[in-house]
């Protein structure tokens, strides 16, 4: 099975299942023969974005989630287009070319505010990609809006959308999904939405979170089903299928499934992303996680199948309230360091993983007085 597997041949259910079940070393091995296969093998690449959470207030009242308010919470907040440009500025400032914007599905909240959003953005910020609004958020509007997805996607798209979040993946089965948060947006839909999104161009990302208690087969299902989704988009949508895949581990620490679901080790977590290599034999990029896992993890991840490091996050609030891996950005020096030290070259890229910037390593890692600790990267103190 490993053998198949190492000779680039496509698995089966069964035979993804099985990996499992496998020495962790052994499936390592050719998880990572296979990244080094499929993308440039001495290169580890990294984006400067900004993640940016417009509202807080949400009435899907996800189990796993610690982010989300009711709009009689004192701490709720819907920002308006300006500062939301201030966060963008501060992007601006450091070389970030992309913001991920995305919020809680808040009732409040008309058709132009997000057509009005997009527009301010490019107009007052024409070189930041928008990559924004997840499956979930794009469900609510198209029920509430009046529009079919196919005129609501057009609408975004005019007002300046280039892209989706892979937002609320999660585990796409749609029994766990209901266990951890019923109101959730069910794996149909958001197959449905991302399907549509792809078939007009846009930027979409596949992801996963383990750890709901979810058994190994499910999680074969939810690789099996992305596979097959890029298959399509391959055939039908010219290649404009997952720029990547993303994965990560429930943190549970500060919401309603804390001590109800077991999250998921370090351990886990490298095992999966190394199956998740084998079986996504269509993806060429794998996605390390920091936030949720630490640096060293990470760093770990870049020999079981990863090939990129994520972004720098100048901001995040999703997983970080969760408890997440104690840090919500990451300097350019902190992740240049991890690709140098363990043995990579790092690049600078855009969303769609294309490298647009070689950073100077000894500049960024160098220790002199025109580089001084807080001055080095995105993400510094002070």
């Not at 886990?268 to 060429?284: P, S, T």
């Amino acid at each position: 099975m490993l053998d198949k597997a190492a000779r680039g041949e496509r698995l089966n259910a069964a035979e993804i299942e099985a990996l499992y079940g496998l020495p962790l070393p052994e499936v390592a091995g050719v998880a990572n023969a296979l990244r080094l296969d499929r993308r440039d093998p001495d290169t580890v690449t990294f984006l400067i974005d900004r993640n940016i959470n417009y509202t807080n207030v949400c009435n899907v009242g996800c189990n796993f989630c610690a982010f989300y308010r009711t709009k009689r919470q004192k701490d709720s907040y819907t920002l308006d287009y300006q500062e939301i440009s201030a966060k963008i500025v501060e992007l601006e400032e450091v070389g970030g070319t992309r913001i991920l914007m995305q919020g809680g599905v808040n009732p409040e909240l008309g058709l132009d505010y997000y057509t009005g959003l997009l527009r301010h953005i490019k107009a007052n910020h024409p070189t930041i990609r928008i990559d924004a609004f997840s499956p979930e958020e794009v469900l609510f509007m198209e029920k509430n809006f009046g529009l079919s997805l196919d005129a609501l996607l057009d609408t975004l798209i005019e007002a300046g959308l280039d892209g989706l979040p892979g937002a609320g993946g999660e585990i796409l089965e749609d029994d766990v999904r209901a266990r951890a948060a019923p109101a959730r947006i069910r794996s149909e839909d958001w197959f449905r939405i991302i399907d549509a999104a792809q078939s007009k161009g846009l930027y979409t990302i596949a992801t996963m979170v383990i750890g709901f208690g979810e058994t190994f087969a499910q999680r074969t299902s939810h690789l099996l089903k992305l596979r097959e989704q890029q298959d399509k988009a391959n055939h039908d949508y010219d290649g404009n299928g997952f720029s990547g895949f993303a994965m990560w581990t429930l943190q549970t620490e500060h919401t309603r499934l804390h001590g109800k679901a077991p999250g998921a080790t370090a351990h886990e977590y490298l095992q999966q992303l190394a199956v998740a290599r084998i079986a996504l034999d269509n993806f060429a990029n794998i996605q390390a996680s920091w936030p949720a896992q630490g640096f060293k993890v990470a760093q770990a991840a870049l020999y079981y199948g990863a090939n990129d490091l994520g972004s720098t996050m100048l901001e995040e609030n999703v997983v970080s309230a969760a408890g997440g891996g104690g840090r919500h950005k990451a300097t350019v020096r902190e992740l240049v360091r991890i690709a140098v030290d363990a043995g990579f070259t790092p690049a600078i890229r855009n969303s769609r993983f294309e490298i647009i910037e070689w950073p100077d390593v000894q500049a960024a890692l160098g220790r002199h007085e025109s580089n001084p600790e807080e001055a080095r990267a995105v993400g510094a103190a002070g």
